[in-house]
């Protein structure tokens, strides 16, 4: 029954995804014709003298300004991103609060906004808050430390909102890592589909004016991290994973190298040792380590357009010999990632890797599907396309060359 119901929507699926694409870029092109408001962030204030507290809802306003002729939606959602005294910042989403039905700005006139978000427990002291995509000034704002669970338990009705990050105080050092899709095979066929999970923990996390802030804080710029890739039959009638690649990392990284080039707006590398066998035992059996490090550098050119490069260089550790020691023919030694594209629109990401036996070439298109008209605020995804062509696209199968199409969803890209 799963079989044929695959086999009913086998072109069903990429019609769909095509076409949303097509018409998401050509919504994102009539959108882009009449910009976007200008926005200014006003400093979120106490209420009734009761201070911000981390953990808790932090509400504040933006005053929206429209220079054009015609009315311009307001933004239900806004990237921040939250500063501390130490250098250290979180991005975090502010949603509209009381908006009505589809506000807008009018022509050559201005709105003023109620915003609010979850301020992270991490989160205290001395604040600042900008949005870097929309070239905003910054607003300074001061947090207490969060809520104790006793309290909030003892506050009762009109208490702070039970979150996660209460119960759960470490859970602010989650972050996503590398992009987490489900992708559907469609050349060769749905036999090649797959999906990703990926995410990262910041392991140390001092507080202000504390000896570990003071004398151990590269500590704070290491990270654990984990990545799943598996590889879906699902043309076959039981539906078999094929293959899964697992990998745990531990890495540092470091975002500032202090360089001073046009529209360079940040620099750093990372550097670590990472993990990944697919699980298997007997002759099935694959399993490398790496020791690697990977600068970048991030440039803004206007609203709409950034790039990154990240080329990355690594060692094989312990490489298991028995089952894949000629992996490096395959892999090489380096692979050089790109981006391009506008952070609220449309995205590529390429990778290219090269070893003896020939180079391998990946590429990711990803556009998200509630910047198209008819499905704004209705869903946070993104559309998205890959192509792969080259070696090692599975870990069983390195030495296979394979060139395969798949679309399909992604949440982090």
């Known amino acids: 029954m799963l079989k044929k119901t695959l086999f009913q929507t086998r072109y069903l699926i990429p019609v769909i995804i ?23 962030l006003v400093a979120p ?12 809802d932090v509400r504040f306003f933006i005053v929206l300004t429209n220079g054009g002729t015609g009315a311009v939606p307001v933004p239900q959602r806004i990237k921040l991103t939250l500063g501390k005294e130490s250098g250290e910042t979180i991005d975090v989403y502010a949603r509209t609060v009381n908006a009505g039905d589809a ?39 001061h947090a207490d430390p969060a809520v104790a669970t006793t309290e909030i338990l003892a506050a009762g009705v009109g208490g702070p ?12 050092n989650f972050s996503s890592y590398k992009p987490v899709y489900f992708l559907f095979g469609m050349d060769p066929g749905i036999q090649k589909s797959s999906f990703q999970i990926s995410f990262k ?11 570990g802030k003071q004398y151990l804080s590269g500590l704070e710029n290491i990270r654990l991290a984990y990545t799943q890739q598996s590889f879906w039959d699902l043309k076959s009638d039981s539906a078999p994973f094929e293959d899964s690649r697992y990998m745990p990392e531990l890495f540092y990284v470091h975002n500032s190298l202090g360089l ?14 990472q993990h990944e066998s697919n699980g298997r035992d007997g002759e099935r059996s694959r399993s490398t380590n790496y020791g690697y490090i990977q600068p970048f550098l991030a440039f803004k050119f206007t609203n709409h357009f950034y790039w990154k490069v990240a080329p990355k260089a690594w060692v094989y550790v312990r490489n298991e010999h028995e089952s894949n020691g000629d992996i ?45 008209p008819w499905l704004k605020g ?18 069983l199968e390195y030495d296979q060359r394979e060139d395969v199409i798949r679309l399909g969803f992604s949440l982090v890209r």
């Open 18 to 40: 095509v076409g949303a694409l097509i018409l998401g870029v050509a919504g994102r092109g009539i959108a882009l014709a009449g910009d976007r408001p200008d926005i200014i």
């Open 45 to 56: 204030q106490s209420i009734d003298k009761i201070p911000l507290k981390a953990g808790c």
């Open 103 to 141: 506000p807008t700005v009018p022509g050559k006139g201005f709105l003023k906004q109620a915003y609010q978000f979850i301020l992270p427990v991490a989160m205290t002291g001395t604040l600042s808050m900008s949005a870097p995509d929309r070239n905003t000034n910054t607003a300074m704002f």
């Open 161 to 172: 909102d039970l979150s996660p990050q209460q119960f759960q105080p470490f859970f602010v």
């Open 201 to 211: 923990y910041k392991l140390f996390n001092f507080e202000a004016n504390s000896f």
């Open 260 to 273: 001073d080039l046009p529209y360079l707006i940040q620099s750093g590398f990372q550097t670590g040792l």
């Open 328 to 372: 490096a023919d395959y892999r090489g030694y380096f692979d050089i990632e790109n981006k391009l594209g506008d952070p609220t629109g449309i995205v590529l990401e390429n990778h290219f890797r090269h070893g003896r036996k020939g180079g391998t070439w990946q590429f990711d298109l990803s556009y998200p599907l509630n910047q198209i």
């Open 378 to 395: 209705f869903v946070d995804m993104y559309i998205h396309a890959q192509y792969f062509s080259g070696y090692s696209d599975q870990l």
